[in-house]
C-alpha cells in the first residue's frame, strides 16, 4: 500500500508539491507539478493498487459562505496554536464549480468516505491540514513560520523550513515511523533548503516538504486510528467534507506571543539557521583536524565522532532556563555564549588516555575552558557522569592551522567542545541519557533508578582502574616475547616495542600494521634489524627536542626514532607521502641543538 501526499494549490498558477511513501514510510519520491494533468498523472505513479491519499486543500465545498463545519470545529480547537484553518466557500471563485481536490479524487478513482479503523487495503482520498499536523505531532505551541507572508524575512523562512526538516527527521523514531535518512529524493530536497539564497528557492521546495507531512499524515491516519481526530461529521464527508489531523494533545497548551526577549531569540534562531552551512564545513574541518592531530601522535582511542548542532536543538537550548524553572534565561545571546554548536567526542579505552587525549589538544589549540566532569562528582563524594569538556578554538597563530585544510576560513575563532570519555564511561552517559530523558521513569521508582545508576557508575570505575592495571602489568612484561629472529608481524612490533619504550602508551591497532610497512620499505623485517637500526638512537634525547606534554604513544616514538636515524630518507619513503611537510618540521625539532 502507497500513502501518497499531495500539497495542492487552489488553483494552476502556483505549484503543487507530491511525496509518495511505501507501507514501512519510506519515501519514495518527491516532485512539483502544476496542471490538473500534471498533478494527476504524478500521483497515479504511485496510486495504481492499495493507497491513501493525504491532499492539503479541500475536497468538498457546498457551503455557499462562511466556513465549513470541519473547519469550524479544527479551528476551535488549532486557532489558539496559530493553526486554524482558511475557510472555503462556493462563494470563491476556484470553489464556484467544485474544488480541485475533488476532481484529482474523481479521476484517480479515490474514495471520499474515511477508511474504516485497521484497513489495510482500498483507495482513499483524505483531506489533511500540515499546520496543525505539526502541532500535534511535534508538540509545537505556536505554528513554525515557514511560509511566505509579508513581512518575515529570507532568513527566518530558511530557519523555520529547516526547522520542519529536522521534526520530521524524527519521525524515524516514533510508533508509526517516517523514514527519510539516506533517501535520495530527501537529501536533495533537504540540500535545496540548506542551499537557498532567495525566497523563490525556499518556495520551490516548500511544497515538496508539505507533501511529505500530507503523505506522513495519511499514514498515520491508517496505522493509528486511535490517535487521528476526524474534524466535521463523517456521515456527512460526501457532502460537507472532513479534515483528518493526528490528535492534539489534551496537556498541550499554546505558546504566548513572544516577548522582546524571545523576539530577540528568534532572531538568533534565524541568524544560527543562516549560518549552518559554514557550521557544518567547520564540524568537518575539526573532525579531520583533531582525528590527525590524534593519529600522528600515536594515541590509542576507540572512536572520533563529529556532529553540528541542529537548528532546533539550538532553538530548545536557546530558550532553556538555569537553573531550571527559574526563570532565569541560560543564556543572554545564544549566538555568542552556546559553546556546543560544533561538538566533537573522542573515545578512548583507558583514563590515562583521556588526559593524554586533553593534554594533548590543550597544546594543539587555544584551551577556552576546561573542565573535568568525573572530578567534579568525585569531589561531592558521588559517582556518575564522569567525562572531560574542553572549549578549544584555532586560530592563526596556532601551529595547527596548516592541518585544516580548506576549512580553515570557517574553523578560525570558531569554539568546539571536545567530550573525552573512556568507553566504559561513554557507556554508561549514553545509556542513562536514553532512560531520563527519551523513557518514562515513574515518580516513586526515581531514587531507586538514581541509586541504580550510581551502582554502576562506581563499578564502572573500578573497572576503568583494573582495565588500566591490566594494561601496565602487561606493557612490563610484553618486551620480553618473542623472537628477534622471526619476520615481525603487528603484534610482533607491538611486544618490541612495548619493551622499547615501557612508558609509552598503546597505539591503535591499525598503526602496528601501518609502521610495519615503513619498516618494510627500510628493509627491517624482525625486531633484531629494528635494534640494529636504532643502536645509536637516543630515544630519551629525542623524546625530550619534542617537548611533548602528553605521555607519547609508541609507534609515534618509533616514529620519531626512526626520523632521527635516517632522517630526508625516512621522509620520502612512498607510505609517508601524505605527511612529508609534518615529518620534515619533526625532523628540525629532533636535531641535536634545536632545542
Known amino acids: 500500500m502507497h500513502f501518497v501526499g499531495v500539497d495542492l494549490a487552489w488553483g494552476t498558477q502556483n505549484p503543487t508539491g507530491v511525496a509518495a511513501l511505501d507501507d514501512r514510510g519510506r519515501l519514495l519520491g518527491v516532485s512539483t507539478v502544476r496542471t490538473d494533468a500534471e498533478v494527476t498523472a504524478e500521483v497515479a505513479r504511485y496510486a495504481t493498487g492499495d493507497c491513501a491519499v493525504g491532499i492539503d486543500a479541500p475536497l468538498v465545498v457546498t457551503n455557499p459562505t462562511g466556513a465549513r ?149 495519511a499514514l498515520h491516519a491508517l496505522r493509528e486510528p486511535e490517535h487521528t481526530t476526524v474534524y466535521g461529521d463523517p456521515a456527512r464527508v460526501a457532502t460537507d467534507g472532513c479534515i483528518v489531523t493526528p490528535t492534539l494533545p489534551p496537556d498541550l497548551e499554546p505558546t504566548p506571543r513572544p516577548t522582546r526577549a524571545e523576539r530577540s531569540r528568534d532572531a538568533a534562531v534565524e541568524a544560527y539557521a543562516g549560518g549552518l552551512a559554514g557550521l557544518r564545513t567547520a564540524t568537518a574541518g575539526y573532525l579531520g583536524l583533531v582525528t590527525s592531530i590524534l593519529d600522528d601522535a600515536g594515541i590509542n582511542y576507540l572512536s572520533v565522532e563529529a556532529r553540528t548542532k541542529s537548528v532546533d536543538s539550538f532553538a530548545a537550548k536557546a530558550v532553556s532556563e538555569l537553573p531550571v524553572g527559574s526563570g532565569t534565561p541560560r543564556y543572554s545571546d545564544p549566538l555568542a555564549e552556546m559553546a556546543d554548536q560544533v561538538g566533537l567526542r573522542v573515545v578512548t579505552y583507558l583514563t590515562s588516555d583521556v588526559e593524554a587525549v586533553a593534554d594533548l589538544l590543550s597544546e594543539e589549540l587555544a584551551v577556552l575552558g576546561d573542565r573535568d566532569k568525573g572530578q567534579e562528582t568525585a569531589r561531592q563524594g558521588r559517582f556518575g557522569y564522569a567525562s572531560r569538556h574542553l572549549d578549544l578554538t584555532l586560530d592563526e597563530a596556532r601551529a595547527a592551522a596548516s592541518r585544516a585544510g580548506t576549512a580553515f576560513p570557517e574553523m578560525a575563532g570558531r569554539q568546539v567542545e571536545v567530550q573525552v570519555r573512556t568507553v566504559l564511561q561513554h557507556a554508561w552517559a549514553e545509556f542513562e541519557h536514553e532512560i531520563r530523558y527519551k523513557g518514562s521513569v515513574p515518580a516513586d521508582r526515581a531514587s531507586d533508578l538514581d541509586r541504580r545508576f550510581t551502582l554502576a557508575a562506581g563499578l564502572l570505575e573500578l573497572a576503568d582502574r583494573e582495565f588500566t592495571t591490566i594494561r601496565d602489568d602487561l606493557r612490563t612484561e610484553a618486551g620480553s616475547t618473542g623472537s628477534d629472529a622471526e619476520a615481525m608481524g603487528a603484534r610482533d612490533l607491538a611486544a618490541y616495542l612495548a619493551g622499547r619504550y615501557p612508558g609509552a602508551g598503546w597505539s591503535r591497532t591499525e598503526h602496528y600494521e601501518w609502521m610495519t610497512g615503513l619498516l618494510a620499505e627500510l628493509g627491517l623485517r624482525s625486531p633484531a634489524d629494528l635494534g640494529a637500526a636504532l643502536a645509536d638512537v637516543d630515544s630519551g634525547a629525542v623524546t625530550a627536542r619534542m617537548s611533548y606534554r602528553y605521555p607519547a604513544g609508541a609507534v609515534r616514538r618509533l616514529d620519531d626514532d626512526l626520523l632521527a636515524a635516517y632522517g630526508e630518507a625516512y621522509v620520502a619513503l612512498p607510505g609517508n607521502a601524505h605527511r612529508t611537510q609534518l615529518l620534515t618540521e619533526r625532523a628540525a625539532r629532533i636535531a641535536p641543538g634545536s632545542a
Open 69 to 217: 463545519p470541519c473547519e469550524t470545529a479544527l479551528s476551535r480547537d488549532f486557532r489558539p496554536f496559530e493553526a486554524g484553518a482558511h475557510p472555503a466557500n462556493t462563494s470563491r471563485p476556484v470553489f464556484a464549480d467544485g474544488t480541485r481536490g475533488g476532481r484529482l479524487a474523481a479521476a484517480l478513482d479515490l474514495s471520499l468516505e474515511l477508511p474504516p479503523a485497521g484497513t489495510t487495503s482500498g483507495r482513499w482520498a483524505l483531506e489533511v491540514y500540515p499546520h496543525a499536523a505539526t502541532i500535534a505531532l511535534f508538540r509545537l505551541g505556536r505554528t513554525l513560520k515557514y511560509k511566505q507572508k509579508q513581512g518575515r524575512s529570507f532568513p527566518q523562512l530558511r530557519a523555520e523550513l529547516l526547522r520542519l526538516v529536522e521534526l520530521l527527521e524524527s519521525l524515524s523514531r516514533a510508533r508509526t515511523p517516517l523514514l527519510l535518512a539516506r533517501r535520495e529524493p530527501w537529501e536533495r530536497l533537504v540540500a535545496g533548503v540548506r542551499d537557498a539564497t532567495r525566497k523563490s528557492d525556499l518556495r520551490v521546495v516548500e511544497d515538496q516538504v508539505d507533501a511529505v507531512l500530507c503523505a506522513y499524515v
